[in-house]
């Protein structure tokens, strides 16, 4: 099993958002930055599929800033064999520009499976993984939550509202990975020792803005201050009146 | 002149409620251009509720009738609606981010080679630019950009589109499409419980955190969902679904679901932040939770602070008398 994961250094979820000065971005001071969620689903999935298959190689893709390369280390410690980092200080909001980027590392390299979080918590652009797939040429399910390998051909289970869709596809594939399809491991000590000797090489690139242009970064609108309606299952008739005749919703 | 494509939703031969919303936020780009909207739908006959679309705004409803469109079928879908938003020179192509969406809008960019813009909550014509508006950060942050491909492609988040009258022809029109499925196959579907609502789509949501202190105490928020007649979904804080009380289907917040329901009852949650997150832009937040200094209070329109196991019952109670069911 030759596996790629794609990943993402994203600002940690608990991070509360402080708009930079220019209007557009996210100020970064103090921000901690953690592997995306998402991605670490996909990375644990990699690493079992291969365990499995009792052969096979690991292999991280990372598009980001020099400091990804700690992302990508925490993703060695995992137990990934190699990584490698397109390096560029400047990630376009266009997805596509993003795709097209590790489409052009990923080509050719005889890759069994291609995974990735379904998004990341940062942009939720939501996209990156089935437009790597049309580049690709490759068949991709997303945000799987259960998979089932058989030579040549899988099964996934994604979920859609109010159900669950059973799809089958033939490898290789592209899959992006949802929360529940697996309980991502703690790296050991010996794990981390290892990482810091993994294979790591930067290329940098550049990438053009693409399609979208950012105009503002802006706060969330503002909720007015809560009101406490009262203590108790007595306030509940209370609540009840201001549902109906202040907030109109029943 | 046709202006914007709306892709529509169907399931099981019926439109999804979902539909309405993008032929909404289609009309409106539609609007800004002094355009048409089209409506798309695939299925292997005709789908119910496309005679409804005119009343929305839509100017022409085409429906694509292929024995591939059974059920949703990734990559046959995302061929017929690339070859289809090519030959109609469309503005914009919209899509709801729902689930298919979120899955087949991607797909059509790509193929299209333009940038798609998912989840949206805004869109507007400005200075004849598709502009939208998206919440990033989980909902800490709203990016506001300008998409400058053609056609501009959008995913809309469900709910937050509410559909207005705005009665246009309607024409209907019907087109076999003899494409295969592709090599992405959706074997079945399994259903979930009989009128299960998801918890991003409802327009009531009664979430529970550890408040509930047990699994099986959700009960008292299914009776409180029942209690408003079929609308109404139950969702859960992380704290519970990473203890395996509730499927993370259900999650609501920052590594689960953003929803954006007309009403939001958060009972037994303290309101982390990456809740707060998932949960912020729902129109109505009601609180109960017994710790008065809980950051959910904070956020809420209206609170009551107390034990839940005695207050929970009572709603479903008064909810009971006040909606009639």
Redesign the interface.
């Known amino acids: 099993m030759k596996i790629a994961v794609c990943i993402k250094r994203v600002?940690d979820?608990?991070?509360?958002?402080k708009?930079a000065p220019d209007g557009k971005s996210?100020d970064e001071a103090g921000v901690k930055f953690v592997l995306n969620?998402?991605d670490e689903f996909a990375v644990e999935e990699a690493l079992r599929r291969k365990e499995q298959a009792g052969a096979g190689e690991v292999v991280i893709v990372c598009l980001g800033p020099a400091a990804a390369q700690e992302t990508i280390r925490s993703a060695l410690a995992m137990g990934a064999d190699r990584g490698v980092l397109l390096q560029t200080d400047r990630i376009p909001?266009?997805?596509?520009e993003v795709?097209k980027a590790l489409a052009a590392e990923l080509k050719d390299g005889g890759w069994d499976l291609i995974l990735f979080g379904k998004m990341a918590?940062?942009?939720?652009?939501?996209?990156?993984?089935?437009?790597v797939?049309?580049?690709l040429g490759l068949?991709?399910?997303?945000?799987v939550?259960h998979l089932e390998l058989a030579p040549g051909t899988g099964?996934a289970?994604?979920?859609?509202?109010?159900?669950?869709?059973?799809?089958?596809?033939?490898l290789p594939a592209v899959l992006t990975t949802?929360?529940?399809l697996n309980e991502p491991r703690y790296p050991a000590l010996k794990g981390i020792m290892a990482a810091k000797k993994k294979p790591l090489p930067t290329k940098p690139v550049a990438l053009p803005p693409?399609?979208?242009?950012?105009?503002?970064?802006?706060?969330?609108?503002e909720?007015?201050?809560?009101?406490?309606?009262?203590?108790?299952?007595d306030?509940?008739?209370e609540?009840?009146r201001?549902?109906?005749e202040d907030?109109k919703?029943? | 002149m046709t202006a914007v494509l709306a892709v529509l939703e169907q399931r099981d031969g019926a439109l999804?409620k979902v539909s309405h919303e993008v032929v909404t936020g289609a009309r409106r780009l539609a609007d800004g251009l002094g355009g048409e909207v089209e409506a798309l739908v695939f299925g292997t006959g005709p789908v119910r509720g496309t005679d409804q679309l005119a009343k929305y705004g839509a100017d022409r409803v085409v429906t694509a009738t292929g024995a591939a469109f059974a059920s949703?079928a990734?990559?046959g879908f995302?061929r017929a609606v690339a070859e289809h938003a090519q030959a109609g020179g469309y503005r914009a192509v919209l899509f709801a981010?729902?689930?298919?969406g979120?899955?087949l809008?991607?797909?059509v960019?790509?193929?299209l080679?333009?940038?798609?813009?998912?989840?949206v909550t805004d869109v507007a014509m400005e200075g004849g630019a598709v502009?939208a508006t998206?919440?990033?950060?989980?909902?800490?942050?709203?990016?506001?950009?300008?998409?400058?491909?053609a056609p501009?492609i959008l995913a809309l988040r469900p709910n937050v589109f509410t559909p207005v009258e705005r009665p246009r022809p309607g024409a209907a029109a019907t087109v076999a499409l003899d494409l295969p499925a592709g090599?992405?196959?959706?074997?079945?579907?399994?259903?979930?419980a009989a009128g299960?609502?998801?918890v991003?789509?409802a327009p009531i949501v009664i979430s529970g955190g550890r408040g509930l202190k047990e699994p099986a105490n959700f009960k008292l928020l299914e009776e409180l969902a029942r209690a408003f007649g079929g609308s109404a979904a139950v969702g859960a804080s992380r704290a519970v679904v990473d203890a395996g009380w509730r499927?993370?289907?259900d999650?609501v917040g920052?590594?689960?679901k953003t929803v954006s329901p007309?009403?939001y009852v958060a009972v037994g949650i303290s309101g982390a932040?990456?809740h707060l997150a998932g949960m912020?832009?729902s129109?109505?937040?009601?609180?109960i939770n017994k710790d008065?200094d809980a950051p959910i209070?904070?956020?809420?329109?209206?609170?009551?602070?107390?034990?839940l196991f005695?207050?929970v019952p009572?709603?479903t109670e008064?909810?009971k008398k006040?909606?009639g069911h």
């Open positions: 600002p979820s608990e991070t509360r958002v708009i996210l969620p998402y909001a266009d997805g596509f795709a918590i940062d942009d939720y652009n939501h996209q990156v993984g089935p437009m797939a049309e580049l068949a991709c399910v997303t945000a939550a099964t289970e994604r979920e859609i509202e109010g159900g669950i869709e059973v799809v089958e596809f033939p949802e929360k529940g693409g399609g979208i242009e950012v105009l503002a970064l802006l706060p969330p609108a909720r007015k201050d809560g009101r406490i309606v009262g203590e108790g299952p306030a509940v008739a609540l009840v201001l549902l109906r907030a919703v029943l | 999804r949703y990734p990559e995302a981010a729902s689930a298919t979120k899955d809008a991607p797909r960019a790509a193929r080679r333009v940038a798609l813009a998912m989840d502009t998206r919440p990033v950060y989980a909902g800490k942050a709203l990016l506001r950009v300008q998409l400058g491909g501009a090599r992405v196959i959706v074997k079945h579907v399994k259903a979930a299960a609502v998801d991003a789509e499927p993370h289907a999650q920052q590594t689960g007309t009403l932040i990456q912020r832009t129109k109505v937040i009601v609180a008065k209070f904070k956020i809420c329109d209206y609170g009551i602070v107390g034990d005695e207050i009572r709603l008064e909810i006040a909606v």
